[in-house]
């Protein structure tokens, strides 16, 4: 219980998407000082999609990736400044643009199951000097098995950490402690968990990752995040504290960077809204659900019971056009019962 | 896992606190009407405080329980109407009067340490006909063997229902779990488990709760409630049916109700804002905040450090004059350390 454990705050990038990219570098500098002078290990910051994120296909952020980090790096004196990289969007050229200006630490996140491309990203990431994290996305959609296996390639690559994601927030305590346990027990670097809320369970799911021996959990101030939000950042402190788990950071100063500084910044709260408990519930990437609410319309069925199927068939990104098929299949059900 | 779960809404009752009790009847008749069509097992309804809360002390509701109680009783088919006892705050009067116009269920309310005070309110329940919930406040302020011998109490008065409330949302879920198993070895009535969300487990406190045997669990639409609110009703059954508990609810329905229904009406979001998670940290009454703000600003200390002092001194309400104590005896020894 006296374990120390490393916090990635992800306000100043997962909590991009909150705020749709929208942070001045300005406003980056004053939540990335508090959070440093908070204690913070790592702060993670740019585009909610990473390097190079800022497209018409993301969403413009309202500054660059070299004028962000900037900002960020003359402010913070201790901590790591960390940036995500999902091979395919971001390239080795904007990781070492990025380690140039002060990046630390880097995040290569790639789909549970493709832990092959990030081989490349985590060889490079370490030439460099990078505290490195292999970062294993939609971890939901795997067993155990098959996560230890991507976990493994990440750590062949050079990774200090390989986290568990649960990018959909579609993870209950039970599947997080099965999946953290699992890799307890088959890597030698250690476990992180990054958690997302749509299922309420985002401290919960924390909890029970520490419990199996994860020892790096993310979080963000206010929750700030994509879907229904990170763990709090400065709730999941308070609930470390409780539990007797060590920490760097000061509770009061990060109660008071996301009441004071980062609260009066959000366009929104974040909260569980429909979308976001449905596509945890089901499981299944955020745009899809603008597609089953149409299917669903046009197929007088329930927009929740066809993402339900979709989560059971696992469909990823790329497999719109199923979503037509299951809402059909869905109508044809129906009538058969009437 | 194939346990039946039964489930009590408060968004009528613990969700007032959230609108500072202006749900007016019709508000309160729209809402159960939709819960009621979801399924759902109990709703709760009336003021914040209970039967008789509306008060200069606990702030006045926008009508009388039994305007609120009419509205509801009249457009609730298969859902029982519930109640909440505070005894000191409503009385046997207020409670024939709730069961004369159709509540079927009641809520007898007391500290955790004072079962005793239950005894003549559940008994007249019982008399009444009504459905009895034994339902101990501030759990997380004793340790299992207390609430052991509380609950036994209820049960010997005729409750049919004990509940582990956690007020103060102060607990997580090794806390959760150590309370509901012992009272699973202890009493022969059904165990529920009142979750708030101040350190964001509510939900997970929920799930730790029937992992033990709870079988009677609580939420509100939107996660409306006092502090940083409930478990969200809508959530929570997610997280339940995705675990393989069975429940009455239809989910598609709770969705729909608490987004087109209950948050048109919300004033302000259910967020975990400081105030709530200093709270749910130090488990103390959130009457204590303001009294700790104004000390820390007299004696120059801060306001957590007072409030865990508090909570580690488990100071209840009636003793506010220890919270200046506290202040002094924490601005002398930060001298000492100057």
């Given at each position: 219980m006296t374990q120390k454990i490393t916090i990635t705050d992800s306000t100043l990038r997962d909590g991009m998407h909150t705020v749709s990219h929208q942070f001045s570098p300005a406003d980056m500098a004053e939540i990335a000082r508090a959070l440093d002078q908070a204690g913070m290990d790592l702060i993670e910051i740019g585009h909610g999609d990473g390097?190079?994120?800022?497209?018409y296909q993301y969403g413009f952020s309202s500054a660059s990736d070299t004028d962000y980090l900037k900002a960020v790096c003359d402010v913070v004196k201790q901590a790591k400044v960390t940036v995500l990289l999902l091979p395919g969007i971001g390239t080795k050229k904007d990781l070492q643009a990025a380690a140039e200006i002060g990046a630390k630490a880097v995040r290569v996140a790639t789909h549970v199951?493709?832990?092959?491309?990030?081989e490349q990203h985590i060889k490079i990431a370490k030439e460099l000097g990078l505290f490195t994290v292999g970062f294993l996305m939609?971890?939901?959609?795997?067993e155990p098995e098959k996560i230890v296996e991507q976990a493994r390639k990440m750590e062949s690559y050079g990774a200090d950490v390989v986290y568990v994601t649960d990018s959909a927030g579609a993870l209950l305590p039970d599947g997080v402690r099965a999946r953290v346990s699992a890799l307890r027990n088959a890597v030698n670097i250690p476990i992180g968990f990054h958690a997302h809320n749509n299922l309420g369970v985002a401290v919960g799911n924390t909890l029970a990752a520490l419990a199996e021996g994860a020892t790096f959990v993310d979080g963000s101030l206010r929750g700030m995040?994509?879907?229904?939000?990170?763990?709090?950042t400065e709730v999941m402190v308070a609930a470390l504290n409780k539990q007797g788990y060590l920490t760097n950071c000061d509770l009061s100063k990060l109660i008071r960077a996301a009441e004071d500084i980062v609260a009066p910044k959000m366009s929104r709260p974040q909260i569980i809204d429909s979308v976001a408990l449905i596509l945890g519930y089901a499981g299944?990437?955020?745009?899809f659900f603008l597609h089953a609410k149409r299917a669903a319309e046009r197929f007088g069925v329930d927009a929740l019971t066809i993402l339900e199927e979709l989560g059971k068939r696992r469909i990823v990104g790329g497999q719109e056009d199923q979503i037509i098929d299951v809402a059909y299949e869905l109508s044809q059900k129906q009538a058969l019962v009437r």
């Amino acid at each position: 219980m006296t374990q120390k454990i490393t916090i990635t705050d992800s306000t100043l990038r997962d909590g991009m998407h909150t705020v749709s990219h929208q942070f001045s570098p300005a406003d980056m500098a004053e939540i990335a000082r508090a959070l440093d002078q908070a204690g913070m290990d790592l702060i993670e910051i740019g585009h909610g999609d990473g390097l190079a994120g800022s497209s018409y296909q993301y969403g413009f952020s309202s500054a660059s990736d070299t004028d962000y980090l900037k900002a960020v790096c003359d402010v913070v004196k201790q901590a790591k400044v960390t940036v995500l990289l999902l091979p395919g969007i971001g390239t080795k050229k904007d990781l070492q643009a990025a380690a140039e200006i002060g990046a630390k630490a880097v995040r290569v996140a790639t789909h549970v199951t493709e832990a092959d491309i990030s081989e490349q990203h985590i060889k490079i990431a370490k030439e460099l000097g990078l505290f490195t994290v292999g970062f294993l996305m939609m971890a939901h959609m795997e067993e155990p098995e098959k996560i230890v296996e991507q976990a493994r390639k990440m750590e062949s690559y050079g990774a200090d950490v390989v986290y568990v994601t649960d990018s959909a927030g579609a993870l209950l305590p039970d599947g997080v402690r099965a999946r953290v346990s699992a890799l307890r027990n088959a890597v030698n670097i250690p476990i992180g968990f990054h958690a997302h809320n749509n299922l309420g369970v985002a401290v919960g799911n924390t909890l029970a990752a520490l419990a199996e021996g994860a020892t790096f959990v993310d979080g963000s101030l206010r929750g700030m995040g994509a879907g229904a939000g990170n763990a709090q950042t400065e709730v999941m402190v308070a609930a470390l504290n409780k539990q007797g788990y060590l920490t760097n950071c000061d509770l009061s100063k990060l109660i008071r960077a996301a009441e004071d500084i980062v609260a009066p910044k959000m366009s929104r709260p974040q909260i569980i809204d429909s979308v976001a408990l449905i596509l945890g519930y089901a499981g299944v990437y955020s745009s899809f659900f603008l597609h089953a609410k149409r299917a669903a319309e046009r197929f007088g069925v329930d927009a929740l019971t066809i993402l339900e199927e979709l989560g059971k068939r696992r469909i990823v990104g790329g497999q719109e056009d199923q979503i037509i098929d299951v809402a059909y299949e869905l109508s044809q059900k129906q009538a058969l019962v009437r």
